[in-house]
């Protein structure tokens, strides 16, 4: 491949994964029209993002290894026309329930088209160098594409239907396989591997069942009897699919792989990174909306950066950890996650100046940035070329793990604890069914107050109005520490089992393109 034909390829791989990234963040912010709309209630409107989540975790090993199997360009090209498909029928959609089986196949193309993007760049850009810059550019397609998920769906919302926020991506998807069908070059592998499928149904089923628990969670309580048979079930499936691949001659994910610090700690660390990530997300716009009272499109403007630093601390990210070391790179990012929580924590307050903030957040983003980009590399450095795709879709796995656990996590610490504060602050005398809408979110609390208010009942809005505020700051405040903790948790595993450097028998240096000249890896 020549030298002017491989930015070419990066634009349209990068631009595939900035579609599935965008997707991520950009139908959050009409979530409140649909329950207008469409008369979704809460579960459904949880379903609409979750069925989504749910399905792309489930088969994103097995899209992986079939990529690996049958072509990652031909399951890019796929899994792009799945997603951008049922994305514009989840436009037309008339009830809740047509838009979850929508958002369902849409998370069918997310999990055939993440994975085959970044075996098929690491495919491309073999030295380690240049893999290293791909891969950090890479990252920041991925965090910009999040933050301006808001921004796009606030404009979109504010000028057209909910339903412009699915039929936009229609379109964009099939531009999408166009640049891929133009630019990106299709190979084989020189070995045809044997499919496992026990591999493929009992890695499936683990990832569905593990998330579907961690989704459930926090409704059903983390200690309630199904929680823990979920959880329990999980470990099995888990024990089997490894008990499985160890025991096959040709497994769809080589287990020992783990054995190897390069591959198992960097996991760990995107992990971390991503549950961090997804509970910044969760906190920060509910702050936005609700205490600073910002619009969608505001409040995605308003985290833009985030999405400058993280795109900085990506790309600087991995050409730092080629020079003096993944450990100390990744390490560093994870310390500045868990700087930012605690300051946060300690400083956060509706008056606080949107200066102040945003330095906050620049924080944030260098961190998440540093941390996420070289661990992805570290991991891809680790896998062999013909399973490129099973070891990137390990790598998505972590991601959607640490969001998901993110969400859930810091959600029912907030939940918990704001429940807590406004059983103390509220007014005695107001009416219990007021109380009880209270209690849904800050922002039905604030719909109560504007209600009193609107009664004649000023003194009593007020009352109402600093309880949730006060209740709101410390749910928010305690997620912080808890985000800050398991940040600093990440740090240490991070500084005590990541590598510095790969070892020298991997396929890490420029040399590596003598190599790639004599058979071309990209499929």
């Known amino acids: 491949m020549t030298k002017t034909s491989k930015p070419l390829v990066l634009v349209a791989l990068l631009t595939a994964s900035f579609v599935i990234n965008l997707d991520t963040t950009l139908v959050n912010v009409a979530l409140p029209t649909l329950t207008r709309e469409l008369g ?14 749910l399905v792309f975790a489930a ?101 057209y239907s909910w339903s412009s926020v699915f039929y936009v991506l229609g379109p964009v998807s099939l531009a999408v396989i166009a ?53 329990a079930g999980s470990a099995v499936l888990l024990a089997a699919f490894i008990a499985g691949e160890r025991r096959t001659d040709q497994p769809m994910l080589d287990v020992r792989l783990f054995k190897d610090m390069r591959f198992s700690a960097a996991s760990a660390s995107v992990t971390i990174a ?80 949107y200066g102040i903030i945003a330095i906050q957040m620049v924080v944030y983003g260098l961190g998440m940035g540093l941390t996420s980009a070289p661990a992805t590399e570290s991991i891809m450095g680790a896998v062999a070329a013909d399973q490129a795709g099973v070891g990137s879709a390990v790598n998505d796995s972590t991601r959607l793990l640490g969001g998901t656990l993110g969400v859930a996590v810091i959600g029912s610490v907030y939940a918990s604890l704001y429940d ?32 009193l208010t609107a009664h004649g009942q000023s003194t009593t809005a007020e009352v109402v109005r600093q309880a949730a505020t006060g209740a709101f700051d410390h749910g928010l405040s305690i997620g912080c520490v808890v985000a800050g903790v398991v940040a600093v948790a990440g740090a240490l595993l991070a500084a005590a089992f990541l590598p510095a450097h790969p070892e020298p028998t991997h396929l890490t240096t420029e040399s590596a393109d003598a190599t790639s000249k004599q058979k071309d890896p990209v499929r």
């Open 40 to 53: 979704a209630s809460t579960a459904q409107l949880q379903w609409v993002v979750d069925a989504y989540n």
């Open 59 to 159: 088969l994103l090993l097995t899209s992986g290894s079939l990529s690996d199997r049958f072509g990652r360009k031909g399951m890019l090209m796929a899994g792009l026309l799945v997603f951008g498909v049922a994305s514009f029928v989840g436009g037309y959609a008339g009830s809740p329930a047509e838009l979850i089986a929508a958002r369902a196949a849409m998370g069918l193309g997310a999990a055939m088209t993440f994975p085959a993007t970044l075996s098929l760049l690491t495919g491309v850009f073999t030295g380690r160098k240049e893999r290293a810059l791909s891969i950090g550019l890479w990252g920041a397609t991925a965090g910009v594409a999040i933050a301006l998920g808001p921004i796009v769906g606030g404009f979109l919302l504010a000028h």
């Open 179 to 231: 640049l891929v069908a133009i630019f990106v070059p299709a190979a084989r592998n020189p070995v045809r591997h044997r499919l496992d499928f026990l591999g493929l149904v009992l890695s499936g089923a683990f990832m569905a069942l593990l998330v579907y628990t961690i989704i459930e969670a926090p409704n059903r309580g983390w200690a309630s009897p199904t929680t823990l048979a979920g959880f």
């Open 274 to 353: 991503f549950f961090t990530l997804f509970g910044f997300i969760f906190l920060m716009t509910q702050f936005f909306q609700f205490v600073r009272a910002y619009s969608p499109l505001s409040t995605g403007v308003h985290l833009l950066p985030v999405a400058v630093s993280v795109a900085i601390g990506s790309t600087l990210g991995t050409r730092l950890a080629v020079r003096v070391g993944t450990k100390a790179i990744v390490t560093a990012g994870l310390a500045l996650q868990a700087g930012f929580y605690f300051w946060v924590a300690t400083d956060i307050s509706p008056t606080l100046g």
């Open 420 to 451: 807590t504060r406004l059983d103390a602050t509220l007014p005695a005398a107001l009416p219990h069914a007021l109380t009880d809408f209270a209690h849904q979110s800050v922002g039905a609390a604030f719909g109560v107050a504007d209600q």
